[in-house]
Nanobody, 120 residues
Framework: QVQLVESGGGLVQAGGSLRLSCAASGRTSRSYAMGWFRQAPGKEREFVAGISWSGGSTYYADSMKGRFTVSRDNAKNTAYLQMNRLEVEDTAVYYC?????????????WGQGTQVTVSS
């Protein structure tokens, strides 16, 4: 299996930017898709963005399109989530996840999460 560790979270003012990273270790020799999810207090976890193994296909939740960009560097076993024009409503714990198998992805492996707080 693969182990995932997120980093890059923190406190930022509205309108600012953050880049989250997700480092994978373990069973990284097999191809796997990566996804980003988030969970705000009192709310259900929601999908943010996803990227195929090759990076050739990316997927976004409608509210993130144009503000967030997902990417990956397989040589470093790392996925990224660039978040621009952050809004207070983007405050949440952000999780990365990995999925083996074809689309639609079933994410079976999860990181521990990283807190993103956007202040007004």
């Amino acid at each position: 299996q693969v182990q995932l560790v997120e980093s890059g979270g923190g406190l930022v003012q509205a309108g600012g930017s953050l880049r989250l990273s997700c480092a994978a270790s373990g069973r990284t020799s097999r191809s796997y898709a990566m996804g980003w999810f988030r969970q705000a207090p009192g709310k259900e976890r929601e999908f943010v963005a996803g990227i195929s193994w090759s990076g050739g296909s990316t997927y976004y939740a409608d509210s993130m399109k144009g503000r967030f960009t997902v990417s990956r560097d397989n040589a470093k076993n790392t996925a990224y989530l660039q978040m621009n024009r952050l809004e207070v409503e983007d405050t949440a714990v952000y999780y990365c996840a990995a999925a083996y198998g074809p689309y639609p992805y079933e994410y079976d492996y999860w990181g521990q999460g990283t807190q993103v707080t956007v202040s007004s």
